[in-house]
């Protein structure tokens, strides 16, 4: 994924301080390249064209939101510590059945679904076996902090 970004300080404090990525390399205050685990990057992120623009209105097209999946649910409960730190305002939190998710805005306004999926074996099956995601059942997030 590649975002434009009105200041890449501000996205880099989110993306590396945040979520947990790791800067890769910066070309300086134009673009930088983040990842999760060593790979060459996962998310660019670039002012070239929108050094301090304004987020699109709401109703307009572009990005709904990118999923970051952490390998365990402990490593999403230190993540929500991290944004419960940082003061990111969490716009909900689910339970899908297959998968825990927590919803938020990154500063440039994009969604950013952070997530983490159960076992295969855990997941609810409908009556020809495939897997049966929901939504609406809210997540308790205090129990899941007290995972980190």
């Known amino acids: 994924m590649h975002l434009n970004v009105a200041d890449l300080d501000r996205a880099l404090t989110f993306y590396c301080g945040v979520l947990g990525f790791q800067l890769v390399t910066r070309m300086g205050d134009g673009a930088a390249f983040v990842s999760a685990g060593g790979y060459h990057h996962h998310i660019g992120l670039n002012t070239w064209h929108t050094r301090g623009a304004t987020p699109a209105p709401r109703g307009h097209t572009g990005l709904y939101h990118v999923a970051v999946r952490y390998p365990t649910r ?19 939190a689910t339970d899908h059945g297959v998968s825990e998710s927590i919803c938020l805005a990154e500063p440039d306004g994009n969604g950013v679904e952070l997530t983490c999926d159960r076992s295969m074996a855990q997941w609810p099956r409908n009556e020809r076996g495939e897997p049966d995601m929901f939504s609406g059942k809210s997540l308790n997030l205090v129990a899941l902090a007290g995972l980190a």
């Open 74 to 92: 402990r490593h999403l409960a230190v993540a929500l510590k991290r944004v419960a730190a940082a003061k990111v305002s969490i716009l909900g």
